[in-house]
């Protein structure tokens, strides 16, 4: 290597050693006859010291042309400092630099690479490279790497098989749009990139691999939000012989495993919660439950009383806030608006205080008694200094409009804590949803989802009651992962394409091949994926998986950095047989 | 699980245990009262065992409704086998079945499932499902899951960060042919899929990441053969403040932890050799050096003798290989049919056998006398009893044909042993290489390549000359890696474009932003890429690596399973602005 040592290694036991370093300036001071320069890499920095009448003189030119972000070689003796820094590893020495090569140049960059940068989003994204020169940016990217080690060192562990499906894969109708990928050899044609190896993974299942794993890039064109990238990782896993407890338990061990290897966490236990539960209680399938303020349902206690708003919703719904019935009409007034925006929807909110003295104070006096409240209070579990907040409508949007309020509330009491991880298993997922535009049943997790055996009657009679054998696994409220037991039999897989709107043909067309495969022997199977840069984001504190990326696209599908996409010239489109319109 | 025990674990230890397996029916024999099944999964394969009287009759029923490929549960108790079947570590025991499930019944498959198969290489495609259900399949993608594992484990250990680069990138003109993507949301414009994550690696040393690597899938739309695939992983490697002795022996490093922890093979030196070297003594860049068989030059002393052929060739080449001066007329023949096929293309081979009594014999008697002869032997090393091959033509065309000839002759003899490897680093490789077709100068690594810096000069005067800071790792002949110390400075980059026909125009279009990046403190760095899919072929002793890959495509870049590529539906085209011709 050009140097003996990084810029993180060398301590006071290393003073009076001759070393060589290289890394980039990160800064210099120069104090007339002495001068210092901060040397960084990805390991460290470390100081390096020039003095006019002990450093050579063309070593003290040298030095004082430096500019910030040159990539420099440095030789020298490694010296007890005079003044210490504490705050880095190295801060008790410096080099007292003996020879000095400048190995490349920089113009001033574009903003400054610091923790604390001064440049926008856009900048940093069209000069990527300079954007993972920051520590803060590249640590995301080590968490990254260090994670995908310890999944893959577990599921080693555990006999699972690493292997690598296609990319170039075949275009499907059902679910997100597949990007494709003209065929020169196949005129014509085109490949489309994979959403997800869902088939291939089953397939592996029916050729006996029993354990599969991959990390691996998916692919969907969709119209892009901050936290979606047209590229995407997933940990994709598959296993033979399993029910559903057996995969929750294996992936809780998985879980358990990054966390305690990652990030020294050890976490607690990791619930299991129906949909119907987390509807219920949460009004979302993927529940924070850091904190409690579960849902009660007031209609029986709240309606007949004359407020006609209440009387006509379909659900009165509330939510306890400990501690906050001092509540300003500020505050209240704060909270209305959060419901009343256009994202959320609500029409208003309807308040009760339960106040110190044992009274009760709401914005709905008018209709309800002091003990008309004091039962509401009784059935939310409130006690006196309480806020309960009520909102009501229709069952489906309340409950949304409430789970929003209740994230909000939890946040601004500080109940969701960024360092306390609370897994939870939502189970029992509908297995068909009604679309309303194309007026047909979906696939609420995907085609291949088994209908649970107790349910399959209900297949006929009321599809959107039938229960799957789906799983998700959140955490803190964020879906890290989702699976479920798949259908391993032709006759059912066919049934749930007719209930899905396919015809036979198409079907066949387009899944044929698993079809096909189920008749060959193919064992009970189920898995589970888990979105890899959303884990990463949560790993390491943060709401933007494309911090965990080190070149994303923007919301318009661009890398900026090297401006992609771009035209191709007439030859290439002529032997892949295609126009432009 | 639905399991107590794979169907590889049980043994004479374990008798009297009840347990439970699931697997797939490989065979079943059926004597009248007694009847045995072999139950297979990953792990092995346990015997079951039948007994009418003692087995319940409806457990002894379901058993003979089992055909080949079944999956089913079985329970029973552990007992010790009566005839023992030494050749499988299960062979002691079998299971007194006492419940059994079928879990999946099976259509005849097409083809038998075991080791020896009677499927042709087309059905074996399309039901590859079915194909990678075999032992000999399913552990070459084993292996291949290990190598990786031991690949990432050995990188991490070295401060290596595996980086994601993305795989929608930018389409370039260099190189080979790129699939691309047409962009719906930026319709007219398209994504390419990348060649390598070569410029990306590059920015991620800009960035001071240091050390980098990534398996990953890379992409060519070239016509295929059997040896290359669509669609292909390599291990990609990169690193900064190096030269090129840091980089040979940091791989070298890998290779041998490689060899060591999968194969349990220590390896032995590895050698340098230059290109030029290699060509000269091989003629091949990627000589097979588990035997000699040197190359011995001729033209001194076969020359002006009289023989016209050898007197117009601009190259006498000959090898010496051992004992072989009994070989008959039809063996000598066989050798001249060898390299007289159009593959080859040499127009004829002379011979000389040393005799044993020291006499010489050869297809040339008529030109050199036993003294002109002796010389031949004396300069090629040749003993009593050995055989010298000697070609002749132009340089280089002679080479190519008498390294074929050479390698035929070490396999004939033996002396390519599958299981001895034999690494090499072909080092010193030409910076460019002349078109004939394009009429201008290739990059022969890539354009990225630095030159060695004494051979600079000769950039104006004799490009061809000039020698590049590059190097293939080299194993018993096939090339498993290759790589380069890069140009990091724009002035160079540039340069090279320019040399290799670029307008600035076009390098600044196409690699503008690795040329900005060099301006912001580049540092010095270089890296290499192993083809995973050969390095695995290599390790499991084949030549296909279609093997080694779970579900390859045909060589007209078709999946036969899963029939793809495929058409898609106008609206998708519409959507994408693109029509078909």
Chains 1, 2 share one sequence.
């Not at 529940?287 to 007949?304: H, K």
Request: glycine letters at 8%; hydrophobic letters at 35%.
């Amino acid at each position: 290597m050009l140097r003996t040592h990084t810029c993180g290694e060398l301590r006071e036991s290393n003073c009076n050693e001759q070393v060589t370093l290289c890394g980039w300036v990160q800064r210099s001071r120069d104090k007339g006859g002495l001068m210092w320069t901060d040397l960084r890499d990805r390991y460290g920095i470390t100081q390096l010291s020039f003095e006019e009448g002990s450093t050579p003189a063309e070593v003290l030119e040298t030095a004082r042309k430096l500019g910030r972000e040159f990539v420099v070689k440095a030789t020298g003796t490694v010296v007890e400092r005079y003044s210490k820094n504490d705050n880095i590893p190295t801060g008790g020495i410096e080099i007292k630099v003996e020879s000095l090569e400048i190995l490349n140049g920089s113009k001033v960059p574009p903003f400054i690479i610091e923790d604390d940068t001064d440049g926008g989003e856009e900048l940093r994204m069209k000069y990527r490279y300079l954007d993972l020169r920051r520590n803060e940016v590249r640590s995301k990217l080590q968490l990254r790497s260090k994670l995908a080690m310890a999944v893959r060192n577990y599921l080693a562990e555990q006999d699972f098989i690493e292997v690598e499906t296609p990319v170039l894969i075949k275009s499907t109708p059902e679910g997100a749009r597949d990007f494709v990928v003209p065929s020169r050899m196949n005129q014509g044609e085109f490949y489309a990139l994979p959403q997800s190896p869902q088939t291939f993974k089953q397939l592996l299942m029916v050729s006996g691999f029993d354990r599969y794993f991959q990390i691996v890039k998916c692919f969907r064109d969709e119209d892009l939000r901050a936290d979606r990238q047209p590229e995407f990782t997933q940990i994709d896993c598959e296993m033979s012989f399993v029910n559903q407890e057996d995969i929750l338990n294996t992936f809780e061990g998985m879980t358990r495993h990054m966390f305690s290897a990652v990030r020294g966490v050890e976490l607690g236990d990791f619930p299991h919660m129906t949909y119907a539960d987390a509807m219920r209680k949460y009004g979302n399938d993927k529940p924070d439950i850091r904190f409690g303020m579960e849902f009660v349902e007031l209609n029986e206690l709240a309606q007949n009383k004359g407020f006609s708003i209440f009387d006509q919703a379909e659900l009165v719904v509330g939510i306890c806030a400990e501690g906050c019935a001092e509540y300003t009409r500020k505050q209240l007034d704060a909270l209305t608006d959060f419901v009343k925006r256009p994202q959320i929807g609500a029409k208003g909110l309807v308040y009760v205080k339960c106040n110190a003295d044992g009274t009760f104070k709401s914005s709905v006096d008018k209709f309800y008694s002091e003990e008309d409240l004091k039962a509401w209070a009784d059935k939310a579990g409130a006690k006196a200094g309480d806020l309960i907040l009520v909102l009501s409508g229709t069952a489906n949007e309340t409950r949304k409009q409430m789970s929003e309020l209740r994230l909000h509330m939890g946040k601004e009491l500080g109940l969701r804590d960024k360092n306390t991880f609370q897994p939870l298993w939502v189970i029992d997922f509908p297995l068909l949803e009604w679309d309303e535009e194309t007026e047909r049943f979906h696939a609420m997790h995907h085609p291949f989802t088994s209908p649970k055996a107790e349910d399959m009657a209900l297949l006929d009679t009321d599809p959107g009651k039938v229960r799957a054998n789906a799983y998700d696994l959140v955490i803190n409220g964020v879906e890290i992962g989702g699976g479920s037991i798949r259908i391993h039999d032709r006759a059912t897989q066919q049934l749930m394409f007719k209930h899905l709107g396919f015809t036979e043909e198409e079907a066949k067309a387009q899944f044929g091949f698993l079809m096909d495969a189920f008749e060959y022997g193919a064992p009970p199977h189920g898995g589970i994926a888990f979105g890899f840069d959303r884990l990463c984001a949560m790993f390491g504190g943060s709401d933007s998986i494309r911090d965990y990326i080190a070149f994303p696209k923007n919301t318009s599908g661009r890398d900026v950095m090297i401006d992609s996409p771009s035209t191709i010239d007439e030859a290439q489109l002529k032997e892949l047989g295609i126009n432009l319109r």
